[in-house]
Protein backbone atom coordinates (compact mmCIF):
# COMPACT_ATOMS: atom_id res chain seq x y z
CA UNK A 1 0.00 0.00 0.00
CA UNK A 2 1.52 3.35 -1.13
CA UNK A 3 2.47 6.05 2.05
CA UNK A 4 -0.06 9.10 1.69
CA UNK A 5 2.41 12.48 1.18
CA UNK A 6 1.01 15.56 1.93
CA UNK A 7 3.19 18.47 0.49
CA UNK A 8 5.55 19.82 3.04
CA UNK A 9 7.85 23.90 2.94
CA UNK A 10 11.35 22.39 2.27
CA UNK A 11 11.92 24.75 5.13
CA UNK A 12 10.89 23.46 8.17
CA UNK A 13 10.31 26.45 11.24
CA UNK A 14 11.90 26.48 14.72
CA UNK A 15 8.91 26.15 16.39
CA UNK A 16 7.72 22.47 14.85
CA UNK A 17 11.21 20.72 15.58
CA UNK A 18 11.16 17.95 17.80
CA UNK A 19 13.97 16.34 17.58
CA UNK A 20 16.75 16.17 20.34
CA UNK A 21 16.54 18.31 23.29
CA UNK A 22 19.67 17.26 25.76
CA UNK A 23 18.60 17.39 29.44
CA UNK A 24 22.28 19.83 29.84
CA UNK A 25 22.59 22.72 27.76
CA UNK A 26 26.28 22.30 28.01
CA UNK A 27 26.07 19.38 25.47
CA UNK A 28 29.06 17.08 24.12
CA UNK A 29 28.41 15.49 20.58
CA UNK A 30 30.15 13.22 18.34
CA UNK A 31 30.08 11.79 14.88
CA UNK A 32 28.26 7.96 14.93
CA UNK A 33 27.71 7.34 11.37
CA UNK A 34 28.74 8.69 7.78
CA UNK A 35 26.77 7.71 4.89
CA UNK A 36 27.28 8.90 1.25
CA UNK A 37 25.43 7.92 -2.25
CA UNK A 38 27.85 8.38 -4.91
CA UNK A 39 24.20 9.01 -7.68
CA UNK A 40 20.64 10.06 -6.56
CA UNK A 41 18.46 7.27 -5.76
CA UNK A 42 21.30 4.93 -5.20
CA UNK A 43 22.08 3.07 -1.72
CA UNK A 44 24.07 4.96 0.61
CA UNK A 45 27.70 3.50 1.71
CA UNK A 46 28.91 3.82 5.34
CA UNK A 47 32.23 5.25 6.21
CA UNK A 48 34.35 5.65 8.66
CA UNK A 49 35.71 8.61 7.22
CA UNK A 50 35.10 11.16 4.54
CA UNK A 51 36.84 14.55 2.80
CA UNK A 52 34.36 18.06 2.95
CA UNK A 53 35.20 20.04 0.80
CA UNK A 54 33.74 23.73 1.53
CA UNK A 55 31.08 25.12 -0.87
CA UNK A 56 31.52 21.70 -2.57
CA UNK A 57 30.12 19.14 -0.21
CA UNK A 58 31.61 15.87 0.49
CA UNK A 59 33.71 14.00 -1.86
CA UNK A 60 32.05 11.27 -3.58
CA UNK A 61 28.56 12.38 -2.66
CA UNK A 62 26.09 12.61 -5.08
CA UNK A 63 25.93 16.40 -3.76
CA UNK A 64 29.83 17.23 -4.64
CA UNK A 65 29.59 19.66 -7.05
CA UNK A 66 31.73 22.77 -8.38
CA UNK A 67 30.33 25.59 -6.22
CA UNK A 68 26.68 25.61 -4.29
CA UNK A 69 26.86 29.05 -3.51
CA UNK A 70 26.94 29.88 -7.37
CA UNK A 71 23.52 28.58 -7.34
CA UNK A 72 22.81 29.85 -4.26
CA UNK A 73 22.21 26.73 -2.68
CA UNK A 74 24.59 26.24 -0.02
CA UNK A 75 22.54 23.82 2.28
CA UNK A 76 23.06 21.50 -0.32
CA UNK A 77 26.43 20.93 0.97
CA UNK A 78 25.71 18.25 4.08
CA UNK A 79 22.89 16.87 6.06
CA UNK A 80 22.67 15.42 9.62
CA UNK A 81 20.37 14.19 11.52
CA UNK A 82 20.02 13.27 15.52
CA UNK A 83 21.09 9.34 16.26
CA UNK A 84 18.60 9.71 18.90
CA UNK A 85 15.86 10.78 16.84
CA UNK A 86 16.69 7.79 14.64
CA UNK A 87 16.33 5.71 17.49
CA UNK A 88 12.90 6.44 18.05
CA UNK A 89 11.69 6.30 14.51
CA UNK A 90 12.80 2.82 14.16
CA UNK A 91 11.06 1.86 17.05
CA UNK A 92 8.34 3.25 15.20
CA UNK A 93 9.02 1.09 12.49
CA UNK A 94 9.53 -1.81 14.06
CA UNK A 95 13.62 -2.29 12.81
CA UNK A 96 16.24 -2.29 14.17
CA UNK A 97 18.28 0.43 12.79
CA UNK A 98 17.39 3.45 10.03
CA UNK A 99 20.26 5.42 10.09
CA UNK A 100 21.44 4.52 6.39
CA UNK A 101 17.95 4.68 4.96
CA UNK A 102 17.35 8.11 6.35
CA UNK A 103 19.75 9.45 3.39
CA UNK A 104 21.40 12.02 5.64
CA UNK A 105 24.92 12.24 5.70
CA UNK A 106 26.20 12.72 9.21
CA UNK A 107 24.23 10.93 11.86
CA UNK A 108 25.01 13.05 15.20
CA UNK A 109 24.91 11.55 18.68
CA UNK A 110 23.88 13.90 21.77
CA UNK A 111 23.86 16.73 19.36
CA UNK A 112 20.89 19.19 19.47
CA UNK A 113 20.83 19.79 15.93
CA UNK A 114 18.62 23.11 16.63
CA UNK A 115 21.37 24.72 18.23
CA UNK A 116 23.43 24.30 15.16
CA UNK A 117 20.78 26.47 13.29
CA UNK A 118 21.85 29.61 12.34
CA UNK A 119 25.28 29.14 13.68
CA UNK A 120 28.56 27.97 12.86
CA UNK A 121 30.11 24.75 14.36
CA UNK A 122 32.93 22.03 14.02
CA UNK A 123 32.71 18.27 12.69
CA UNK A 124 36.26 16.92 13.89
CA UNK A 125 38.25 19.85 12.00
CA UNK A 126 35.27 21.02 9.66
CA UNK A 127 33.58 24.28 9.95
CA UNK A 128 29.88 24.40 9.25
CA UNK A 129 27.54 26.74 9.37
CA UNK A 130 23.68 25.53 9.83
CA UNK A 131 21.44 26.83 7.51
CA UNK A 132 18.02 25.15 8.03
CA UNK A 133 15.91 22.54 9.64
CA UNK A 134 14.08 20.18 6.73
CA UNK A 135 11.38 17.73 6.63
CA UNK A 136 11.05 14.63 4.82
CA UNK A 137 10.73 14.55 0.85
CA UNK A 138 8.72 12.07 -0.92
CA UNK A 139 11.71 10.76 -2.69
CA UNK A 140 12.90 9.33 0.45
CA UNK A 141 9.91 7.61 0.76
CA UNK A 142 9.99 6.49 -2.80
CA UNK A 143 13.65 5.33 -1.97
CA UNK A 144 13.08 3.52 1.04
CA UNK A 145 9.75 1.66 0.67
CA UNK A 146 9.17 1.94 4.25
CA UNK A 147 5.69 2.51 4.93
CA UNK A 148 5.95 5.13 7.82
CA UNK A 149 8.93 6.86 7.17
CA UNK A 150 7.52 10.34 6.64
CA UNK A 151 5.79 10.74 10.00
CA UNK A 152 8.34 8.65 12.10
CA UNK A 153 10.81 11.66 10.83
CA UNK A 154 8.28 14.80 10.44
CA UNK A 155 9.51 17.99 11.97
CA UNK A 156 12.69 16.05 13.29
CA UNK A 157 14.63 14.74 9.71
CA UNK A 158 17.68 16.75 10.28
CA UNK A 159 19.47 20.05 9.53
CA UNK A 160 20.60 21.18 6.23
CA UNK A 161 24.82 22.16 6.77
CA UNK A 162 27.13 24.86 4.32
CA UNK A 163 30.47 23.98 4.73
CA UNK A 164 33.12 26.09 5.60
CA UNK A 165 36.35 24.64 5.31
CA UNK A 166 38.08 21.95 3.71
CA UNK A 167 39.50 18.41 5.78
CA UNK A 168 38.54 15.50 7.30
CA UNK A 169 35.58 14.16 9.51
CA UNK A 170 35.50 10.36 11.19
CA UNK A 171 33.27 8.51 13.23
CA UNK A 172 33.59 9.77 16.42
CA UNK A 173 34.59 13.29 15.64
CA UNK A 174 33.10 15.91 18.11
CA UNK A 175 30.47 18.22 17.05
CA UNK A 176 31.04 21.64 18.72
CA UNK A 177 29.86 24.62 18.21
CA UNK A 178 32.20 27.72 17.27
CA UNK A 179 33.48 29.62 19.51
CA UNK A 180 31.62 33.01 19.45
CA UNK A 181 29.11 31.95 17.31
CA UNK A 182 25.82 33.56 17.36
CA UNK A 183 22.29 32.46 16.18
CA UNK A 184 22.25 34.00 12.92
CA UNK A 185 25.35 35.37 13.01
CA UNK A 186 26.40 36.18 9.29
CA UNK A 187 29.59 33.42 8.33
Same mark, same amino acid.
Given at each position: ????? /???? =??? &?????????? #??????????????? /? =??? *? &???????????? +??????? /??????????????????? %??????????????? +?????? !?????? !???? &?? %? =????????????????? /???????????? !??? &?????????????????????? %???? +????? #? *?????? #? #??
Amino acid at each position: MAQAI /RPMP =EEM &PRELWRGFLP #AEPNWQGSVKEIFIA /R =ESG *Q &PMISLSLVRAFA +DRGLEGD /RFYRESWEAVKRSDKSVSL %IEDEVLEIAARELGL +DSIGIL !TRRNIV !TRGV &PL %I =ELLGREFNVGSVRMRGI /RLFEPCGHLVAV !TKL &PGIFKALEHRSGLKAAILSDGD %IRVS +DGVVL #A *QNSRRG #A #AA
